[in-house]
């Protein structure tokens, strides 16, 4: 896919991803999908939102100094943005995380749209969903010099866990609030798309000859895998012609569509839990023998579910009272998840983790030193590629299940594989593909801009190409 210079020629209708990790946006330019700048020259903007505490109105201002600080702590997310303050996206949000840890944070909104919660969790999220939706029209906007008001969005085919529950249901509450989040944010017109089924019809112009592609998008929060027809057109138009065929349905051609929520993400809190906790304590014993209590390390780290988060705010007597069972130098340890626990760092423990599995993914062999300063200064945790290992074992197990899955659903076995999504370019996953199905091809697609492409296709065929003659042409 290229990359738009701004302001862009022939943005119209747009393909929107909005991502567990990465939200990017793209439309359907005269030699293929262009994808928009979101971030500086970047196309992906990372899925973190920042919202400082704002200083409560001067009228409030009485008391101690101590005082205006209590209140702005005790502010809601509505309260400040409603007292003017500036929600930064990205890249800059992780900055000024950095810079101002007492802000609202949040990481992968969409992990929590099919969550489910209370009304209270649920409005702050959409708020969350809005604003971010409302930045990426904003971005496509200025690309293309007008307001855009039509997109395709992606979707997981699973917002929610699928194994042994009803997926429709959390589906449900998902497109709920992605659609009434949209709308908020000014995109009147949404249609939706699977996501594997975009990346798809990104690998599907590649392609000189019809056959039967097994596509697998392994993402930060969910995996998808597609099977379907795909080629040249059998009637022989031209991919353009077709695309733009409101009649061209494709129904036919998608043989098979499956999903979990599961991904890098959770790669990282397993990582963040058997790599990082035990330098704040855990495995270590009491004066009884009795391991210390494992289950505020777990909630810790378990920073996309809200009841864990929740439970882990709450923990600090028990903490306190484990400190208290074991000898000092073992305390002194445990007391560090007390720390984490007050300076409600756990998604930046998971980070750390995610940082760590990136260094793994690319020196199989090697150990990386986390750096916890945060915690404690000087304090390091050693992360050995035989624990990544470990970690990724859920989803390669998952990614193993939703492939017999599609296949046994489609009745057919794939001539082709194409592996897109971040998690796809770990090297666990990708030799677990090429042992399940021997001798079958594998091609690594763009791991962060396929399944954007796709959509923006689709949006390009649903909502019709621009009219000629009304292109802005590019300053
Ligand atoms: N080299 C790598 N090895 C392993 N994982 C990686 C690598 N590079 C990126 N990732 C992981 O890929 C994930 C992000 O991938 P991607 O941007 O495709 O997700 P997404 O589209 O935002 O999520 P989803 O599609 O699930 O909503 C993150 O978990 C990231 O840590
Ligand atoms: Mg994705």
């Known amino acids: 896919m290229t990359r738009a210079r701004q302001p862009t020629e022939g943005a119209h209708r747009v393909g929107v991803d909005f991502g567990t990790s990465n939200c990017l946006v793209a439309f359907a330019g005269p030699d293929g999908p262009v994808a928009i700048a979101l971030e500086a020259d970047k196309p992906t903007l990372p899925s973190v939102v920042h919202v400082p505490r704002m200083p409560p109105p001067a009228a409030s201002l009485v008391g101690t100094p101590l005082d205006a600080y209590e209140a702005m702590q005790r502010q809601s997310l509505a309260e400040a943005l409603a007292l003017g303050a500036?929600?930064?996206?990205?890249?800059?949000?992780?900055?000024?995380?950095?810079?101002?840890?007492?802000g609202f944070f949040f990481r992968s909104p969409?992990?929590?749209?099919?969550?489910?919660?209370?009304?209270?969790?649920?409005?702050?999220?959409?708020?969350?969903?809005?604003?971010?939706?409302?930045?990426?029209?904003?971005?496509?906007?200025?690309?293309?010099?007008?307001?855009?008001?039509?997109?395709?969005?992606?979707r997981p085919v699973n917002f929610g866990s699928g194994i042994g529950r009803d997926p429709h249901q959390a589906n449900a509450r998902a497109l709920a609030l992605l659609q009434a989040a949209a709308r908020d944010a000014g995109w009147q017109e949404v249609i939706f798309e699977f996501e594997p089924v975009a990346a798809a019809l990104d690998f599907e112009r590649s392609l000189q000859?019809?056959?039967?592609?097994?596509?697998?998008?392994?993402?930060?929060?969910?995996?998808?895998?597609?099977?379907?027809?795909?080629?040249?057109?059998?009637?022989?138009?031209?991919?353009?012609?077709?695309?733009?065929?409101?009649?061209?349905?494709?129904?036919?051609d998608i043989l098979a569509s499956v999903g979990d929520r599961v991904g890098g993400n959770d790669v990282d809190t397993a990582l963040a839990f058997a790599g990082l906790m035990p330098a704040l304590g855990l495995g270590l014993r009491e004066r009884s023998g009795l391991p210390v209590p494992p289950q505020p390390y777990s909630d810790a780290v378990d920073v996309f579910s809200v009841p864990a988060q929740a439970a882990f705010l709450r923990a600090g007597p028990a903490i306190a009272a484990?400190?208290?069972?074991?000898?000092?130098?073992?305390?002194?340890?445990?007391?560090?998840?007390?720390?984490?626990?007050?300076?409600?760092?756990?998604?930046?423990?998971?980070?750390?983790?995610?940082?760590?599995?990136?260094?793994?993914?690319?020196?199989?062999?090697?150990?990386?030193?986390?750096?916890?300063?945060?915690?404690?200064?000087?304090?390091?945790?050693?992360?050995?590629?035989?624990?990544?290992?470990?970690?990724?074992?859920?989803?390669?197990?998952?990614?193993?299940?939703?492939?017999?899955?599609?296949?046994?659903?489609?009745?057919?076995?794939?001539?082709v594989v194409y592996l897109t999504g971040g998690s796809a370019r770990a090297a666990v996953l990708q030799d677990a593909v090429?042992?399940?199905?021997?001798?079958?091809?594998?091609?690594?697609?763009?791991?962060?801009?396929?399944?954007?492409?796709?959509?923006a296709m689709r949006a390009e065929r649903a909502f019709g190409p621009r009219p000629d003659g009304q292109v802005r042409p590019a300053r």
């Open 86 to 102: 500036q929600a930064r996206f990205g890249r800059a949000a992780l900055a000024a995380a950095q810079d101002d840890p007492d």
């Open 209 to 252: 000859r019809r056959q039967v592609a097994l596509i697998v998008d392994a993402g930060g929060g969910t995996t998808d895998c597609t099977m379907a027809l795909l080629g040249p057109d059998p009637h022989g138009r031209s991919r353009r012609a077709r695309r733009r065929d409101p009649a061209d349905d494709r129904t036919e």
């Open 434 to 455: 090429r042992r399940l199905l021997p001798g079958v091809p594998v091609v690594m697609g763009d791991a962060f801009g396929s399944v954007v492409a796709g959509l």
């Open 322 to 415: 484990s400190c208290r069972r074991c000898d000092d130098a073992v305390a002194r340890q445990v007391r560090r998840l007390e720390t984490l626990r007050e300076s409600g760092q756990s998604l930046w423990l998971v980070t750390r983790a995610e940082s760590a599995k990136l260094a793994l993914s690319e020196r199989a062999d090697a150990e990386v030193l986390v750096d916890l300063e945060r915690i404690e200064p000087g304090l390091r945790a050693p992360v050995g590629a035989d624990r990544l290992v470990r970690a990724i074992e859920p989803l390669r197990l998952a990614v193993e299940r939703l492939i017999a899955e599609a296949l046994t659903q489609a009745a057919t076995a794939p001539e």
């Open 110 to 154: 969409k992990s929590f749209l099919a969550a489910d919660i209370d009304p209270v969790h649920r409005a702050r999220f959409q708020r969350i969903v809005t604003l971010m939706l409302a930045r990426l029209r904003e971005c496509a906007s200025e690309a293309a010099g007008e307001s855009l008001t039509q997109a395709c969005f992606g």
